[in-house]
Structure formats: C-alpha cells, structure tokens
C-alpha cells in the first residue's frame, strides 16, 4: 500500500504516480490524521510512504500518526521524500521510526519537486515549476523500480551539516517558527471555508466569515496554495525583505545587525518568530553562506575570531 500526507500537492502527485506504477491501493493520511483515526489499516506486506519534507525529517504530524497506528500485515517499508533542496540525515529518524514499527527498513528516496514552502521561499513561477516536476521523473521512475524488485534506495548522503540540519535544527524548527501567528486573510477571502476543510489538524475556523488560524499549525501551506481566491497570506513579503536588506550595499556586519534590529521590532507587532543571538552568530553565518545568501567574502567583513568559528564549523560538517 502507499501511503502519503500532503501539504501542497507534491507527494500527492508522487504517491498517485507510485501507486500505479507498483498496482498498489492509496491511502490519504491527510484525513485518517484531521479525524483522528488511528484505527488498523490493512496494508499488507508492502509499505511506501511518500511525504513532503517539514524541516528536513518527515512532517511531525506523520510520525506521530505512524507512531500511535498499527499497520496490519507491513513487513518493509520504503519512505519517499520530495523537497525543494534536501532533505537533510532524514534517513536515520526514517530507519529509528521503521524500527519502532517493527519494520524492516527499505531506505529513503529524495525527489527534488517545486518548493512550495512559501513562509521562507519563493515558490517558482509556472512554466520553472513543470520543468522541475519533469526534472523529477528519472529519480520517480528509479525510485518505482527499486520498490518493484523489493530492492533497498540507495544510501543517501550523510554529512554533518545533514546530521546537524535534521538533528538539532529540526526541534528549534518547529519550536520558533512553524506557528501559524502570520497567517492573515486578505479582503479578497469570500468564507468559503477551503481551509477550514483543508487544514489537516482543524486548526482553523471561520469567525464573521473570515478564517481564524489557533495553535496547532504544522505549516502545510495548503490553506494559502488551495484557496480559491488567493486571499490567504503569510508574511513571505517580510522574508524577503530580509534577504533584500542581507543582499544590499554595504557591510555584512553592519547588514546582519541591522536584520538583527529589524527583526527585533517585527517580534512587536507582526508575529515573527526568529531572533538572532550572538552565541548562535556562527550557525547563522553558516546557513546563510549555504544558502547563497551571503558569499566568502561578506564573511571576511566579520572579526577573525567569528570567521575562524565559522570556518572550524562549516569543516566540522563537512566530516
């Protein structure tokens, strides 16, 4: 059987895909964890698990569902994973979660498709984003016939920057940023209640006709990316303004105190949730150089000291 949770549309796409290809009956987990159902489900032998990646393991929701659900007559599980970039040392909390289940763990695939989480990325235009899901189909088709001819995925890579991504990062994740505070309704919402229906953890109601958002958000983002009138938003206008001023003229040191500033009064008023601390300087610095935000040699415009930390880090997860 496969199973699959969706957020956007993603791993609905792939699990629709892998089903066919392997003759194997679908199964929603999206409803089974909205209702609360951890009623047995009758899988037999064979288990795919296809998901999106929330900060670089499973999303927490599935875990969880996996965690308290029996699967009836599963020997081997296979889990598949899309991504907008990575997905981290997700592998080793897949293999502790097969364990758990009692099952004999067949590896994790990692299928690059469009990023949609909006909340810190740009999701690509149209005609980027079919080339990307056409980009897939390679890694779709390998991933098909490795399940097929009951083979293991092949090993994934296995650096400390994916250990410390999906190890450490990955609670601080959850813990400081997916919230559902910036979530805002914009005019243009009609109360259809989309996302009300939509949302997986019933975390959102309508109040006068608009929805309200509570706090048991695992930021899916289906209720901004199926809202019929676009009228659901976050503030990914706010993220980018930070990576606008990192990217501005000027010091690297002066910019990164300045977001530092900036982020400080946005806490006042607009949900954010992120703050920057000297103590985590050299993490920051580090992701922000892995992701092409800042360069080597906006990095020389910090003090020896910092750069030397960042450099013994940056080797450490290269290990």
């Given amino acids: 059987m ?44 064979d288990v795919v698990l296809v998901t999106p990646t929330y900060a670089w393991r499973i999303p ?18 296979w889990f598949v994973m899309d991504c907008g970039s990575e ?14 289940k009692h099952l004999r763990y067949m590896g ?30 390679p890694a779709l088709q390998k991933a098909l016939a490795q399940v097929r001819a009951g083979q293991e995925f092949s090993p994934l890579r ?26 805002r309704a914009t005019d243009a919402c ?12 019933n975390n959102i109601r309508l109040e006068n006709g608009k929805p309200v958002w509570g706090k048991h958000c695992t930021h899916c983002m289906a209720c901004i990316c199926d809202c019929p009138k676009e009228a659901v938003e976050y503030i990914e ?8 001023l990192l990217n501005g003229d000027g010091l690297a040191s002066d910019k990164f105190w300045g977001l530092n500033r900036r982020i400080r009064e946005d806490r006042k008023s607009l949900g954010v949730q992120m703050e920057l601390r000297k103590p ?5 610095l580090v992701n922000l150089l892995h992701e092409k935000i800042i360069t080597e040699d906006d990095l020389k415009q910090f003090s020896n000291v910092l750069q030397d930390a960042v450099k013994q880090l940056q080797e450490r997860m290269e290990e």
């Fill in 2 to 45: 496969v199973l699959y949770f969706t957020g956007t549309g993603n791993s609905r796409y792939l699990a629709r895909r892998i089903a066919e290809g392997l003759d194997m009956p679908l199964y929603d987990l999206n409803t089974c964890i909205k209702a609360g159902d951890t009623a047995p489900v009758q899988t037999g032998q």
């Fill in 60 to 77: 927490r929701v599935v875990s969880q569902w996996l965690g308290n659900t029996e699967l009836t007559g599963a020997e081997r599980i």
């Fill in 87 to 100: 997905i981290g040392n997700a592998a080793k909390y897949n293999r502790q979660l097969a364990a758990q």
């Fill in 108 to 137: 994790t695939a990692q299928i690059i498709m469009p990023e949609n989480y909006i909340a810190m990325f740009n999701a690509p235009q149209k005609e980027q984003a079919r080339s990307i899901v056409e980009q897939a189909e």
């Fill in 158 to 183: 296995d650096t400390r920057y994916d250990r410390f991504m999906s190890g450490p990062v990955n609670p601080a994740f959850y813990r400081f940023f997916v919230k559902a505070d910036a979530f």
């Fill in 190 to 201: 009609i109360g259809c209640g989309k996302c009300v229906e939509l949302c997986p953890l």
């Fill in 237 to 244: 206008k706010l993220n980018h303004q930070y990576i606008d």
């Fill in 280 to 284: 985590d300087l050299p993490y920051t």
